[in-house]
């Protein structure tokens, strides 16, 4: 095939793979199909993009050294800004939830100790530390899902809170542990 691109025409000629024999009966020792480029125009062009019959002159092999192409990432210039702006946010937003729920824990913390403490409590005293807890619950699952927290560390600060409830429970009574068998 032979492609023309203006004025000065350049022939490209793909030839399949054929054993080319040596005048001397030896078959040559490339295997490979060769391409080939001529600069040299036909007589037979006669305007159109593609033809046939092109005058094709083949050209020496080319060397078999090997050949690394280094492509660059082409990413907008200011996508680095961008992602800066994208972390910010997402560290002020993240550091929000932590912030709620180390503090709505130490409210907890702080209302089961002074609970602890009491020389005369009722059960029902416990109902608003309950509560607090679903609230403390809430936000923590609230961060697993959104990514803030690892769903491990949700867990292991939920344990925190349910086994402080479970010893004040147990210091005053109100809660007996099974004994094993």
Known sequence: MAV????????????????HVLPTGLKS??????????SKTSSSFAGSALFSGAFV??????????VALVVAASKK???????????????IYNRSHKSEITTRMKKVFEALAKLK????PSPEDLITIEKMIAEAYSSI??????GTLHRNTGAHRKSR??????SVEIHHGWYKPAMAA
């Open 161 to 166: 809170l349910a086994r402080r409830k479970k």
């Open 77 to 91: 210039p200011d996508s680095a800004a961008k992602r800066a702006r994208q972390a910010e946010k997402r560290r």
């Open 4 to 19: 023309c691109s203006s004025l000065h025409c350049l022939a490209f000629s793909h030839s399949i793979y054929r054993p």
């Open 117 to 120: 403490k009491a020389t005369s």
């Open 57 to 66: 002159q083949p050209l020496a092999m080319p060397s078999r050294r090997p």
């Open 141 to 146: 699952d609230k961060a697993v899902k959104v």
């Open 29 to 38: 020792t490339y295997a490979v199909p060769s391409l080939k480029f001529s």
